[in-house]
């Protein structure tokens, strides 16, 4: 009988132990992932987006100091890519440093978070076919985001821009073939084309960039709009290979050729001029290339750093993924974004 009481004692505390395991885990997980309130700023608030199905996403919106809620300020969503939060630790917020450009330049910045156990390493689920499209999914969640920003803030509806690293990027890219009508600029940072999910790795060429460029347009349907790109990709990248991202510029200069006229016969007659910056100063060289219309509009930028592996570069960045030496991405993300708007 006492040998009976203390095996039942000892599978209660084994239980037990393993509940509080278990519910630890659990909670260190949702703290890396939605942050702490003492990572916030005087300037910080943190909401969760709820929509109609019970979806969920939490997000940290910093207000720069010229805000009063009278006058519409632009907003740039900032989308973190995997192992990363946006805001917290190893965060979008510090990697970026938006923060203090938002309180110089006078923009809102939203930084969404993957939601806990959504994806394993905390990615975004841009590869996920159901999150590829306008309605469902994280692109709707993040449109979602983007609306109540514009009502609880009193924002700028026709200056709402999205960046994205890594598969941020990918979902950024996303958005702006869903939600053309919501995101006047997409910013790509490490990040691949629409679709990327459907091309082979070790036989790309048997998916044309043309051939995602369909499925992208497809998904603007009656929304389409030149929505202006700007690319920024690591020559050493082997997470995200240089291809990938020269394809993401053959992918939207295609679209954007469907878009003239439906048809891909270089209609829009695009022309591309490329400069180059050398290495000083301990700093990365790079190239950059402007795609613009015959009108003289910028339709993509593209910024290619020969030295720079799989990072969000800029010289005040922290985390993970970062690159000091590399060009401010966050710089050339706001001065592309402020050029454009929802209407031109």
Not at 310 to 328: C, I, L, N, R, V
């Amino acid at each position: 009988m006492k040998t009976l009481d203390r095996r039942r004692r000892w599978s209660l505390l084994t239980a037990g132990t393993l509940a509080l395991l278990l519910l630890t885990a659990a909670g260190v997980t949702a703290l890396f992932q939605l942050g702490l309130p003492m990572a916030s700023g005087d300037n910080d608030s943190t909401h969760v987006y709820h929509d109609a199905d019970g979806d969920w996403l939490p997000y940290q919106v910093h207000v720069p100091p010229q805000y009063d809620g009278s006058t519409p300020l632009p907003v740039m969503m900032a989308l973190h890519g995997c192992a990363m939060t946006g805001f917290g630790w190893n965060s979008m917020e510090r990697t970026t440093q938006f923060d203090a450009l938002a309180d110089r330049e006078g923009f809102i910045v939203v930084y969404p978070s993957q939601r806990p156990f959504a994806s394993a390493i905390n990615c975004w689920n841009s590869g996920d076919p159901e999150n590829q499209q306008r309605g469902s999914g994280e692109p709707a969640l993040l449109a979602g985001i983007a609306g109540e920003v514009v009502e609880t803030y009193g924002a700028d509806a026709s200056r709402v821009h999205v960046s994205g690293a890594s598969s941020g990027a990918g979902t950024a890219v996303i958005l702006g073939a869903t939600y053309p009508d919501v995101f006047a600029t997409v910013t790509s940072v490490a990040g691949g084309e629409y679709g990327l999910n459907r091309v082979d790795p070790e036989n790309p060429d048997d998916t044309p960039p043309v051939e995602t460029a369909r499925q992208a347009w497809a998904q603007m349907a009656d929304r389409q709009r030149l929505v202006p790109l700007l690319v920024i990709q690591g020559g050493q990248d082997e997470v995200v290979p240089e291809l990938v991202g020269g394809r993401l510029v053959e992918q939207w200069s295609a679209v954007a050729d469907l878009i003239d006229d439906g048809l891909l016969n270089s209609s829009l007659e695009l022309t591309s001029e490329t400069t180059s910056t050398p290495a000083h100063d301990g700093r990365h060289a790079f190239e950059r290339t402007v795609y613009t219309t015959a009108d003289g509009g910028t339709l993509i930028e593209h910024y290619l750093v020969p030295a720079m592996a799989h990072a969000w570069p800029g010289p005040e960045g922290e985390g993970e993924y970062t690159d000091q030496a590399g060009p401010d991405a966050s710089e050339i993300a706001w001065g592309f974004a402020e050029q454009h708007s929802l209407f031109g």
